[in-house]
């Protein structure tokens, strides 16, 4: 019987052993990087022999392919065909050669992350390597990209070719969530669409950079449309909504379109909780658009974003239709919150453009042959260092509803509006707090460069803002310039004098330094205040009641001192 005890005892303790050094063995190849050589995958088999056979990667019960450890991927994962869905427990898909991407999208679909969209810290990175090899992660040139919450893209250097991080050339890249960061090439630092078509739901994209268009994303050619997640930092605010903190070291950047860059673009959106944050450029901080590219916005933020040079929010050479959108905090030297550049086209309907810094037209710089058109929102608190708090304008801009008001500026006068191009208002637009519209114009009809058209009808019966008459000094700064007949309203023929007796209350004009008073006349011309009849009546019987009490007082004892002495002789 002992000897039947010792033999179990010494199989059992032979079996513990066994399956002690396996264990340990097993550990040490998951703690040892894999080699994975790459090649085409057309199912989930294939994608196992790709990233280096069973050791690295496996099947789980939800038919996802999962990886065990770190690998060193060796030569492009080609997807051509099929659904794969790949994710990691904390695990690494390194770079290991330059040139290709690290995968290239052909057909079917790759999906990426956790497909709830729920972080459990099972995530997925693929690390570019930038600091040995170049190259992106990602070319799509047919299929599907579909990233989720659980994967982080990072670290690639496409050099001087596009898109850091993924470049699509057909097909469809969908982000629900994820992390691409730190991620660098000549336009879209983290992602270049030139075909295809972008669907950005969620997720960020931050640190990366290009040398010239788009620091996050540059699309060219191609349609886009963002409604949510993040391209720069994240912000996030209090319960009130008052106190926001936003997030540091995030900012994207480039030469142009320091966010996002539309090149020629046709149909671009951008819409419900989308926000492009604290990015960074020489023109156009958060956004660029180009001649040829179209964006509709319909909801979003655009703020915290700095251009060195013009845009600090937005740089719009193209058309732009804009509504429900905050585009606020934004700095620059020229329009902080927007420069609407030559040939341009920018339609506000509703949304706000407030908060902005600039040295001119802090909220808007609306420059040559462009046109600005508000029918609502507001322009609202935004500050210049020099002047056009709200926004200057030098070619044509159209009012037809919402709000000015409460914009500071530094100088003396154009607080809200300097206007040195064409101005409209088409309906009644408010502006208020201690603000002004400032007119560079000193000319007379015909000739009336500045001066406001209004189309009207107008139902208001309370004054819509102050007109003050300017001109630049040669240091810069602006001087009022009240003179006689100065054009400051005209309707829709301007070749004439015209009645504008009922329109012209609607403005009024602030006294000048000297304390004279001055109005707009029925023609919409300057003039100043003269006294009307009752004044001189009251004056003339001032006059009268002065001459006989002086009359009564001093005239009439003389006579009596002269009847006196007669009376004595």
């Known amino acids: 019987m002992k000897k039947v005890y010792s033999a179990a005892l010494f199989t059992f303790i032979i079996f513990l052993s066994l399956t002690f050094n396996l264990n340990i063995n097993a550990q040490i190849d998951l703690d040892i990087k894999g080699e994975a050589p790459g090649g085409e995958v057309t199912d989930n088999e294939s994608m196992i022999s790709a990233l280096g056979g069973e050791k690295s990667a ?5 038919g996802e392919v999962c990886l065990r450890r770190d690998i060193i991927l060796r030569s492009p994962i ?15 898909v390194e770079r290991g050669f330059s040139g290709k991407s690290m995968f290239e999208i052909k057909g079917g679909v790759f999906v990426l992350g956790n497909t709830k969209n729920t972080d459990k810290g099972e995530t997925l990175v693929l690390e570019g390597g930038s600091d040995n090899y170049t190259g992106r992660i990602f070319t799509i040139d047919g299929g599907t990209l579909s990233v989720y919450n659980g994967t982080v ?5 496409a050099a001087n070719e596009n898109g850091g991080a993924i470049l699509i050339l057909n097909g469809t890249l969908e982000l629900f969530g994820g992390l691409i960061s730190d991620c660098s090439a000549a336009n879209g630092g983290g992602i270049s669409a030139q075909g295809g078509y972008v669907n950005f739901k969620g997720g960020q994209i931050k640190s990366c950079r290009a040398e010239s268009f788009g620091g996050g994303v540059y699309v060219e050619g191609s349609s886009a449309a963002f409604s949510g997640g993040f391209v720069g930092a994240v912000v996030t605010y209090d319960e009130n909504m008052y106190d926001s903190h936003v997030e540091e070291n995030a900012s994207n950047t480039a030469q142009t379109g320091g966010g996002i860059a539309l090149i020629s673009s046709p149909e671009c959106y951008l819409s419900e909780n989308f926000s492009a944050a604290s990015n960074q450029a020489q023109k156009g901080g958060g956004l660029y658009v180009s001649p040829d590219a179209e964006l509709l916005v319909a909801g979003g933020s655009v703020s915290y974003n700095t251009a060195v040079l013009e845009g600090g929010g937005m740089y719009n050479t193209g058309m732009v239709a804009f509504a429900y959108c ?10 902080g919150g927007l420069y609407n550049s030559e040939n341009a086209y920018f339609a506000a309907k509703e949304g706000s453009i407030s908060s902005n810094k600039a040295e001119l037209g802090a909220g808007i710089y609306n420059t ?3 046109r600005f058109e508000m029918s609502g929102g507001s322009v609202n608190y935004n ?15 159209v009012l037809g509803g919402g709000s000015f008001g409460y914009n500071k500026s530094a100088g003396d006068y154009a607080k809200d509006l300097l206007n040195c191009g064409s101005l409209t208002f088409e309906n009644e637009v408010f502006v208020g707090g201690e603000g002004d519209i400032a007119l560079m114009s000193s000319k007379t009809l015909p000739e009336t460069d500045s001066a406001i058209k209004l189309l009207g009808p107008f139902t208001c019966t309370t004054t819509i803002a102050r007109i003050i008459p300017v001109i630049e000094n040669s240091d810069g700064t602006l001087s009022a310039n009240y003179k006689k007949n100065t054009v400051l309203l005209v309707t829709d023929d301007n070749t004439e004098e015209l009645n504008l007796e009922n329109y012209s209350k609607l403005f009024s004009v602030p006294k000048d330094k000297t304390g004279g008073a001055w109005h ?6 300057l003039a100043a205040n003269t006294f009307g009849l009752t004044f001189w009546l009251v004056l003339s019987a001032i006059v009268i009641i002065i001459a006989a009490t002086v009359v009564f007082v001093v005239i009439t004892p003389r006579k009596k001192n002269t009847v006196k002495k007669n009376s004595g002789n």
Do not use: P, Q
Request: charged share 20%.
């Open 58 to 62: 496996w099947i789980n019960e939800n």
């Open 78 to 92: 080609i997807i051509k065909s099929g659904e794969i869905l790949f994710k990691g427990a904390s695990c690494i």
């Open 153 to 157: 893209i990072k670290n690639a250097n």
């Open 326 to 335: 905050s585009l606020s905090y934004n700095e620059a030297k020229h329009g």
């Open 368 to 370: 040559e042959n462009a």
């Open 383 to 397: 500050e210049a260092s020099k002047y056009a708090g709200g926004a200057v304008n030098y070619s044509e801009f």
């Open 520 to 525: 707009i006349n029925s023609s919409g011309k």
